[in-house]
């Protein structure tokens, strides 16, 4: 069965730190471009971090530049998203997802895809 199945998430005092996970099944998750997602209540959908061999880098949203950092694992076929000095703003459902060969980086994001894969989802609640 081909899915991302995502963990980590939870809640957590300003400032503290998560990491989320997901893992990949039924398919290499090294051969596609990789991306977190977030949606807050009553907000868009936004690209928090996305990773292309097309361009060989991986964007940030300004909002979360220098805070979090996407990483891959090729052994494990997971994706990780570190997050450190968490905010009340960083509040949101976060998504994993894998697709979108060929594109690059910062249009992945931007443009939400387009991606083959998502995961279910994971809540992240910071409170102050």
């Known amino acids: 069965e081909v899915q991302l199945v995502e963990s980590g998430g939870g809640l957590v005092q300003v400032g503290g730190s998560l990491t989320l996970s997901c893992a990949a099944s039924?398919?290499?998750?090294?051969?596609?471009?990789i991306a977190w997602f977030r949606q807050a209540p009553g907000k868009e959908r936004e690209g928090v971090s996305c990773?292309?061999?097309?361009?060989?880098?991986?964007y940030y949203a300004d909002s979360v530049e220098g805070r979090f950092t996407l990483s891959n694992d090729n052994a494990e076929n997971t994706m990780y998203l570190q997050m450190n000095s968490l905010k009340p703003e960083d509040t949101a459902v976060y998504y994993c997802?894998?697709?979108?060969?060929?594109?690059?980086?910062?249009?992945?994001?931007?443009?939400?895809?387009?991606?083959?894969?998502w995961g279910q989802g994971t809540q992240v609640t910071v409170s102050s």
């Open positions: 997802a894998a697709g979108a060969t060929g594109y690059y980086s910062d249009s992945i994001c931007r443009m939400s895809g387009p991606l083959d894969y």
């Open positions: 990773s292309s061999s097309r361009d060989g880098v991986t």
């Open positions: 039924g398919f290499t998750l090294d051969d596609y471009a």
